[in-house]
């Protein structure tokens, strides 16, 4: 198992941009709006690992909802999975509270699914397929 990503809300996709590649040299490697789930996303290659910048372009989206009870900050870490059916089929088999049913594409193009974080140690988890 290694962490495929690890997912920050931010307030202004800019700055958190501009932060990342200047003090911690992370390159911009994707940036995407998404007006169905009311964010835009950016994608920095960090390393052996991605960081995934979400910002909120609506306050009612969950990434909105989420910045605006608990403020800009960790928001989720994904593990990269072979099999994502396999892994969702087990950790339902482990009573965990699962987000996603079925798997569904995320920002990076691979078939995602997310793991209550009730169930994961406080975590919200997300499994990407690759
Ligand atoms: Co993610």
Redesign the pocket.
């Not at 495929?4 to 997912?7: A, N, S």
């Given at each position: 198992m290694r962490i495929?990503?690890?997912?920050i809300a931010v307030s202004d996709l800019d700055a958190s941009i501009a932060m990342y590649r200047d003090v911690f040299h992370a390159e911009l490697t994707h940036r995407v709006a998404s007006p169905s789930e009311g964010q835009e996303t950016a994608l920095m290659s960090a390393g052996g690992t991605e960081l995934?910048l979400?910002m909120p372009t609506r306050e009612d989206s969950p990434v909105g909802k989420f910045v605006a009870k608990r403020g800009p900050g960790m928001?989720?870490v994904?593990f990269a999975v072979p099999d994502i059916r396999k892994a969702l089929a087990e950790a339902r088999a482990a009573g965990m509270q699962l987000v996603d049913e079925e798997p569904r594409t995320?920002?990076?193009g691979s078939p995602?699914a997310f793991i209550h974080p009730k169930s994961a140690g406080g975590v919200l988890t997300?499994l990407?397929e690759e």
């Open positions: 495929h990503h690890v997912g995934e979400m928001h989720h994904a995320g920002v990076h995602i997300e990407v």
